[in-house]
């Protein structure tokens, strides 16, 4: 099993670009999710998902679409990017009834100038 | 909103010692969590705490699950150089996904 995978690494943007952060999943996990990760604030919850077809907010979703077609997949979509949104993005994984023991992709670092 | 509190912020400490660092809440928790953030690289879980008062070991590290249900502690013996990184606590308030906070961290340097 390769775990969670994200694409790509690395990315710099200028401010009003697009664009996707790519996750995938390959232990059939329901439950999956968005992190960012910003100096001495741990790591705070941007969407998460709790199945195909279904998502819903974190703690700091404005500025990042997400959506759920399939079990696998889960990409973030920056729509314009600002210097806010300069950060390393998680994407994480799990089961159903121990929803909060994660698995963690090895994250993308962002930049936008 | 609910905020996790960790102490030390950072420590320094000489290959062999042993580690304490802990994890407070103001609000009560069901679920602790403690994870592990190697350079580089996404953080990957330690140990998983249910119970109040639950003691639990993997390898070297020993979590507890504070009695008052606010707080957690990670210990961390004969500490080696793969030991350093990032230490992350994480708390739930009920096994809901998107009720995971995760704490500041405890940065962790070992000297050779």
């Known amino acids: 099993n390769a775990g969670v995978t994200q694409t790509p690494k690395f990315q710099v943007l200028k401010t009003g670009q697009s664009m996707t952060l790519q996750c995938a999943q390959d232990?059939?996990?329901?439950?999956m999710s968005w992190y960012r990760q910003d100096p001495g604030m741990g790591l705070r919850l941007i969407h998460y998902s709790v199945g195909a077809g279904i998502t819903d907010q974190g703690e700091v979703p404005n500025g990042y679409n997400v959506s759920r077609s399939t079990t696998e997949d889960f990409p973030l979509r920056l729509l314009s990017a600002a210097p806010s949104q300069t950060s390393v993005y998680f994407c994480a994984s799990s089961y159903t009834g121990t929803s909060n023991e994660q698995f963690f992709g090895p994250g993308t670092r962002l930049t936008v100038l | 909103g609910q905020q996790l509190n960790q102490s030390p912020q950072s420590m320094f400490i000489q290959e062999g010692e042993d580690v304490s660092m802990n994890c407070t809440s103001s609000?009560?928790?069901?679920?602790w969590l403690w994870y592990k953030q190697d350079p580089g690289e996404g953080p990957v879980l330690l140990i998983a705490?249910?119970?109040?008062?639950e003691l639990t070991s993997n390898g070297r590290l020993t979590a507890q699950f504070g009695i008052t249900r606010k707080d957690s502690f990670l210990n961390i013996s004969a500490s080696i150089p793969s030991d350093v990184g990032i230490y992350f606590c994480?708390?739930?308030?009920?096994?809901?996904?998107?009720?995971?906070?995760f704490g500041p961290g405890t940065s962790l340097s070992v000297i050779p």
């Open positions: 232990m059939n996990h329901e439950y």
């Open positions: 609000s009560i928790f069901n679920t």
């Open positions: 994480a708390g739930a308030p009920k096994t809901s996904y998107d009720k995971v906070i």
């Open positions: 705490l249910y119970k109040a008062g």
